[in-house]
């Protein structure tokens, strides 16, 4: 072999080496090992099973969750007889509508939530004011703009309707039928007919209907408790990446959508609060989302904090069946700081995409205009805004949106 | 005899040249666990997740005991050995007069944050329990995102007050 062939043949060589290892880079997205714990940690396989909520008897049993969710369709339990939970919460929607305000019989204050996964949150609404599924199911019954309506319509329309189904789980429900002692319309609500009505009854006559109204809740619950995402894109990817399968990886994300990921878990910040398998904290912040002309003061969690404290239903309740131990997130919970004005709950970024407009007076129309918002970081209108500006470029906060839509799965419910 | 110091001095030009561009192309490949372990130091908690989000400046104090601030207390904390995000958790702080001797009946009070974030807990952890032997049961501690924390304790005992601050880094 001359010396120009061995010459020629060690370039060839270098060749080979430098195009092999640049496709290598260019085909395999590298995570460092930081980062693929996060990304473990973001992963639906991370999500651990469900736990039992020890303030509901009922969360687990299935009868409690078939009666519960011909509650949830069932627009009899209105005060037009047109509003059922599924109005706000449509299953073909994600369970949610799609508007800015919610619509009930009336028109909310604040954005309709999503459902799935909210099992496994503590707080309950934009601001937390209830802390569990069943005691947050009772608020719309009972709001004016919601449902419209009041316990004993409600307890009635269970004896009415529901006789054999509620008493499969709960046991005998009492004889309602005496109109003096049970009125049509009494609940401690904005109507005032309905309140006085309330007033009236004996305490023990309106203890048999809280708890007829609180089982309504527990078997809503019972329900809702089984809305849950399932894997999307993104979870796959990630299961390629823990298992370096990198052939999986690339047919499941493109490159923006991975650049997107990288920014997310990285220089966005997103993770501060959009962690975990369902991509919320469940915790509230102050982002700086700006107020609605035509609605009145909104102070989110500082409110609601307070709220959930006086809840008659919350977890230490009489009507909660859960030990005073077994509420420590209401045990501990932060009740008051500056941290908590104008903070609202981080909602699970799961099918986000679907679920325009955003934020919770449905503020911002469009994915770009949130993401807008969050790389400049504007000053909150009250309170402290906790975002800093990321001054992320056009094409990066595209990449961002992008990786958004890896987030999209089926919801099931049963 | 020029020919040959020409290939020479060609050969040793190329393999450096050849040797940096395979350094810089296989660097991805191989750096970050290859770099990881070299940089990531002492290991605090057993956890290191920082990325991106601006990391803990450097020289901070990870030690899980520790003399208070004005050198009244010894203290210690135990809890889990990987606190997860969002988990609610308890922490025992065990507390000692300087001299070794455990103090029985202080007052307790817990604080911290996120200095870089400048946001403080997300709940609000109390002192729930005297266990003895200088322990004492911490209930509600939860952190709800990755990052350098700050936990304090302000202890008082007779007429004795002291302030620590526990420094943590959790992954997530
Ligand atoms: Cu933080």
Redesign the interface.
Known sequence: MS?RSKLLA??GL?VV??AG??G??FTRP??????L??LK?LWIGSLPPLAPDPSNQYGDDPAAAEFGKALFFDTRFSSNEEVACATCHLPEKGFQDGLPLAQGVGTTNRRTMPIAGTAYSPWMFWDGRKDSQWSQALGPLENPVEHGGSRTFYAHLIDENYRTEYEAIFGELPDLSDRSRFPEAAGPVADESAWAAWEAMSPADRETVNQIFVNMGKAIAAYERQIMPTASRFDIYVQAALEDDTQTMNATLSAEEVEGLRLF?????C???H??SLFT???FHNTGVPTVESLPEDTGRAQGAQDVLADEFNCLSAYSDAEPNEC??L?????E?E?LERAFKAPSLRNVTTRAPFMHAGQFTTLQTALNHYNTAPASPAG?N?LEPLNLSETQLNAIISFLYTLNSEITAP | MQNKTLKTILTIALTVVITIIAFIVLMPMFGPSFMHTLMAGRMHNGMNGMHGDSAAPSGLDYATERTTDNGTFKVSYTTENAIAINQMHTWVLHVETADGQPVEDATVTVDGGMPQHGHGLPTAPQVTEYLGNGDYLVEGMKFQMGGWWEVKFNISAGDLTDTITFNLTLEG
Request: proline share 2%.
């Open positions: 010396e060690g370039f270098l080496l430098v290892g640049l290598y880079i590298t995570w460092t090992d930081a980062e714990v996060t940690t878990i990285g220089p966005a910040n993770t501060r609060c962690n975990g904290d469940n915790s420590n997130e045990n501990f919970m932060l009740a700081g941290e402290h906790e």
